[in-house]
């Protein structure tokens, strides 16, 4: 399977303790793309980067919050002190550069994160 | 804020028949997407617009991008039980970020 992969897909924590998620793209994408979803709300956009760097972020991306991407390969998200409001799906996406097709990202199956 | 308004919010129909959904925006976009999402899973890309008055299909899924750039529409011909799930009109452009709408739940009764 080529797709993005995600790790964990789901992730029980307890309020206060520190998390990381992982982001596998597609291998060629050069654009990687964190994502945030509620229940019953659509995904909201988090920050993104081209190859190692990160280029936006949006306000929803508290202090506490922090991206890398090492190698412009794999991405982290990391969450620290979490709060029971961090609790959502949170969505990796990837796209490439160059073609008229770049907004076309293409999604991987989340990270479920329940904070207790 | 950019805001993308998708009717129905839900539908409930019988298996064969056909499914029409569409997306309204304040704003023009140069891009309009159309995904699907399973319950637990990430958003699948169905079918991607990038001129206006432009007519896509993809099997049993026809969308369009409006002549006006502030909305398209997603039709779904002869549904099946597997067509289940959330449709989301999406917004991309020079911002990079995807903007997206606020869902259709569709449910298909075999």
């Known amino acids: 399977d080529t797709g993005v992969s995600q790790d964990p897909r789901h992730k029980i924590t307890k309020r206060g303790q520190n998390v990381t998620f992982r982001c596998d793209p597609i291998s060629e994408h050069n654009r990687l793309y964190w994502y945030r979803q509620t229940l019953g709300q659509g995904p909201e956009f988090l920050t993104y980067f081209q190859n190692e760097a990160q280029l936006e972020k949006s306000r929803l991306l508290s202090d506490r919050f922090s991206a890398e991407r090492p190698k412009g390969s794999f991405s982290t998200l990391e969450i620290q002190r979490t709060e029971q409001g961090d609790s959502a799906m949170y969505l990796c996406a990837s796209s490439l550069t160059g073609l008229a097709s770049y907004n076309e990202q293409f999604f991987g199956p989340g990270t479920r994160l329940t904070v207790l | 804020g950019q805001q993308l308004n998708q009717s129905p919010q839900s539908m409930f129909i019988q298996e064969g028949e056909d499914v029409s959904m569409n997306c309204t925006s304040s704003s023009i976009f140069n891009t309009w997407l159309w995904y699907k999402q399973d319950p637990g899973e990430g958003p699948v890309l169905l079918i991607a617009?990038?001129?206006?008055?432009e007519l896509t299909s993809n099997g049993r899924l026809t969308a369009q991008f409006g002549i006006t750039r502030k909305d398209s529409f997603l039709n779904i011909s002869a549904s099946i039980p597997s067509d289940v799930g959330i449709y989301f009109c999406?917004?991309?452009?020079?911002?990079?970020?995807?903007?997206f709408g606020t869902g259709t739940l569709l449910a298909v009764q075999p």
């Open positions: 999406v917004n991309g452009g020079a911002t990079n970020k995807l903007i």
């Open positions: 617009l990038y001129k206006a008055g």
